[in-house]
């Protein structure tokens, strides 16, 4: 049955208590889906005017749908496919890694991105408003967008160093190709002897003026830095400023210009001598990595930092859609191009390293490295060697680098401007991003000091890394066992017009909750003291880590507790139950929608009244029905 048979009419006509979901046990859990009708409770019914003053088309959306995908492709596709992928598909097995990471983007990957679409589109909500689903996990969405703050201020310091690496690439010789007088044991990309390269000494010495250890503080930004991180932001505010009406106009550059460097570095590599002993090495399989848990851990972590799920930031840009954009075939699509870009990036990459190591006489697996050291160091000792314009590769791969950062970096910002205006709507959007932007460049010079290399890593690794897993755990239990699995796939089907698969409903209902349980678990039977470059940090900085990671994580007891405490008036049960009940403000924005929305979840509701447990069951995880679909299955 079509859609369109849903409209006001039947409203009008008395049809207008469609007696939907009325407490925890009447179609919210995992199995069970019988309605309420006739159980003489109210159902929660959202008035005209709750509705109409947050109607979808008060809020910006995509100019049009290319916009969209363009900006999930800029946003996914950023430095993690470029120099962490390679590194991590390397020393985790080589070829054998994918067939793990393949794996987890089916689970867990592919799922995780199209729930996260659909919730932010269904919703017309970014990743905080839009727990009006289930108000009781509200700290989940808090939760996310502390550790997206702490991402996206690194995050943009790290660009600071590409774009200081582009404007050096504008010299007669590249500054790092031959080592400087003043410069101690050093060799050079020309032949002279020394045990540390010009690249190295040049990055970690001159450019970042990196310190031995942090215990007497971090020192003061480095003024060229600053001034770098100052341009990152300024472009970032300016592609912001105006929110998806200008993201979207700049996701055209963002998405596709990458491609184009990937592809012209791809084939210039490829002509080097040793190009090709690189390109094997990068692909070898050492089966054995397979049966190694850290190897499947690395997977699920390379999967999260290139997809970008759980941070929130694909729920924002989906809540600029309209209600039946076709967010299936994006998922799709931009899952497939991130891996497929992850593994151009790694052909490149390794077949310029195989260059490198052709030409010092070495193994392969003496100039991998990972990280800033891949990007700062290797490829640009290469880039130096060329014989023809290393200038113009030099250009043409830091400024893809900066194209990949930004890219990423607005959808992070943007997701916590969206987060703030969703809860302030009167506060206006400029203002609310130039303040972020503000913020985030002075929060941002910790980064350009001496010091600043530990800090990241420190805040990389207990903002953006552990907490994650937490945060995504407890959202897919939320939609998928709290909000209840079945109502999730009737909001799909409503929205789309597309039954939920069985792939989706096994992936969201158990398997994505499983897998990423046992992640969890490992992590913590695993967890060492964190470390950088092999030094411990001081204990000061320890617990300033910690302490950064527990105010993320215990958003969602302080905010499940804070929202009991809300409802409650007559007793702790029925609190509890309205805290983890959907609110009226969630579902569709416009009036028409959300009546339609409680219509056709009534009729779904109706099937299934007289069935027995075990069709509900198979129904439910499984996607099976008696009857004829009314339409595909995604």
Not at 15 to 40: C, H, M, W, Y
Not at 64 to 76: T, Y
Not at 120 to 127: R, V
Not at 339 to 368: M, Y
């Amino acid at each position: 049955m079509g859609k369109d048979k849903y409209d006001l009419r039947q409203v009008e006509m008395g049809n207008e208590n469609p007696g939907f979901q009325t407490d925890l046990s009447d179609g919210r859990g995992v199995i069970t889906t019988n309605g309420a009708k006739g159980s003489g409770e109210k159902p929660v019914v959202a008035s005209k005017e709750t509705v109409q003053e947050e109607d979808e088309s008060e809020r910006q959306q995509w100019a049009n749908p290319i916009e969209f995908l363009l900006s999930c492709i800029a946003m996914s596709v950023g430095l993690g496919n470029v120099w962490r992928f390679p590194f991590t598909a390397f020393e985790n097995g080589g070829g054998a890694f994918l067939i793990p990471y393949i794996i987890v983007l089916l689970i867990i990957g592919k799922p995780f991105y199209y729930m996260e679409l659909a919730l932010g589109q269904f919703s017309s909500y970014g990743p905080v408003r839009l727990w009006e689903v289930v108000p009781g996990l509200k700290g989940v969405g808090i939760g996310q967008m502390i550790s997206t703050t702490g991402v996206f201020t690194y995050y943009c310091s790290i660009m600071a160093v590409t774009m200081f690496y582009f404007f050096a690439s504008f010299q007669a010789e590249l500054p790092w190709a031959r080592c400087d007088p003043s410069w101690v044991d050093c060799s050079d990309s020309y032949g002279s002897n020394g045990s540390r390269s010009s690249s190295e000494i040049y990055f970690k010495d001159f450019v970042l003026q990196e310190k031995d250890q942090i215990d007497d503080g971090i020192g003061y930004p480095e003024w060229r830095l600053s001034l770098c991180l100052l341009f990152s932001w300024i472009t970032i505010c300016l592609v912001l400023i105006k929110g998806v009406q200008s993201s979207g106009k700049a996701a055209y550059f963002l998405a596709l210009f990458p491609y184009v460097v990937l592809i012209i570095l791809l084939i210039r590599g490829a002509t080097l001598p040793g190009a090709v002993n690189g390109i094997l090495y990068f692909i070898t399989p050492q089966w054995e990595k397979l049966l190694d848990p850290q190897v499947w851990y690395s997977a699920v972590t390379q999967c999260f930092f290139s997809l970008g799920v759980a941070f929130g930031t694909l729920a924002t840009y989906a809540s600029y859609n309209q209600l039946r954009h076709n967010i299936y075939r994006d998922a799709v699509i931009v899952t497939t191009m991130d891996t497929f870009t992850s593994l151009l990036a790694g052909f490149t990459i390794f077949a310029i390293l195989g260059n490198l190591a052709h030409e010092k006489g070495v193994d392969v697996s003496n100039v991998v490295s990972s990280g800033s050291g891949l990007a700062f160091i290797s490829y640009p000792e290469t880039i130096a060697k060329f014989e023809h314009v290393p200038q113009l590769f030099s250009v043409l791969f830091f400024l893809m680098l900066y194209t990949l950062g930004i890219g990423s970096a607005i959808s992070l910002v943007g997701a916590v401007i969206t987060s703030y205006c969703d809860q302030f709507p009167d506060h206006k959007r400029w203002i609310v991003t130039l303040v972020v932007c503000i913020g985030g460049f002075l929060v941002g010079l910790v980064y350009v000091t001496p010091g600043g290399q530990w800090i990241l890593d420190l805040v990389d690794h207990y903002s953006g890394g552990f907490i994650i897993y937490i945060l995504a755990l407890t959202e897919v239990i939320g939609i998928a066992w709290i909000y209840g699995l079945e109502n999730f796939c009737r909001d799909i089907e409503f929205m789309l017009g597309i039954k939920v698969s069985w792939y989706w409903r096994l992936c969201w209902g158990v398997i994505s909750p499983i897998f990423l349980l046992a992640i969890l678990l490992y992590s913590l039977v695993t967890m060492e003291s964190f470390k950088y470059g092999g030094k411990e940090y001081p204990a000061s900085a320890q617990a300033c880590g910690w302490a950064l990671f527990a105010v993320g994580v215990l958003q969602i007891p302080f905010w499940a507790v804070w929202t009991v405490c809300k409802y409650y008036k007559t007793s702790i049960p029925q609190a509890i139950k309205k805290a983890f009940h959907y609110t009226k403000r969630w579902g569709p924005k416009s009036v028409k929608s959300h009546q339609e929305w409680e219509l056709f979840k009534e009729e779904e509701k109706d099937k299934f009244r007289n069935e027995s447990t075990s069709y509900k069951v198979a129904h439910v995880l499984l996607g099976v029905y008696r009857r004829s679909p009314r339409s595909d299955t995604s």
